[in-house]
């Protein structure tokens, strides 16, 4: 059964650089009947102010994937990896055995607006690992297309759950 959840009844993190809705129980937000969905833990979605972010700040035994829905969003952690996460572009961090990291709207004017899904891996203890991919509007647009599976078929990115 499918069971909508509108906006407006999400979990709401609002700070001064932040605005945050969660649709499961997340930080200093609760819902007993919003806690997890099978291995689905986090669907977030923020929106970050101008030159602001997360300081860097550990994960692990977490597959992580965010859609930058508009702007831009920095990326550095404890791998060496770096980058800027553009409009339409999907990234996965398997955080495994541990991993810091940080992210950051790099832009000065406009704001990052994201989706943040986190999903319990497979097994814990995987070796950490960081991957990006732009996939074009002209391959997406009016059809489903497959940006992250368990197995990188079709130029999807590669994560550790079905």
């Known amino acids: 059964m499918i069971q909508l959840r509108p906006s407006d009844d ?16 997340f930080g200093g937000y609760f819902e007993k009947n919003w806690v997890q969905f099978r291995d689905l833990r986090v ?10 972010g997360f300081g860097t700040h550990p994960h692990r035994d977490m597959e992580i994937i965010t859609y ?20 339409g572009e999907v990234q996965v961090m398997s ?18 607006h994201l989706l943040q899904i986190w999903i319990l891996p497979e097994r814990k203890g995987l070796q950490p690992r960081y991957d990006q991919r732009a996939f074009p509007e002209n391959r997406r647009r009016g059809k489903l297309h497959a940006v992250v599976t368990p197995d990188g078929r079709d130029g999807s990115l590669l994560i550790h759950q079905d």
Do not use: K
């Open 95 to 112: 955080a495994g055995t541990g991993i810091s990291h940080s992210e950051a709207n790099p832009s000065r004017e406009e704001t990052s």
């Open 10 to 25: 999400r979990g709401r993190t609002r700070t001064d650089w932040l605005d945050s809705r969660h649709t499961f129980s």
């Open 68 to 87: 930058q829905v508009d702007g831009q969003l920095g990326h550095r952690d404890s791998l060496g990896s770096g980058s800027v996460l553009r409009a």
């Open 43 to 52: 669907i977030n979605e923020d929106w970050i102010e101008p030159e602001a």
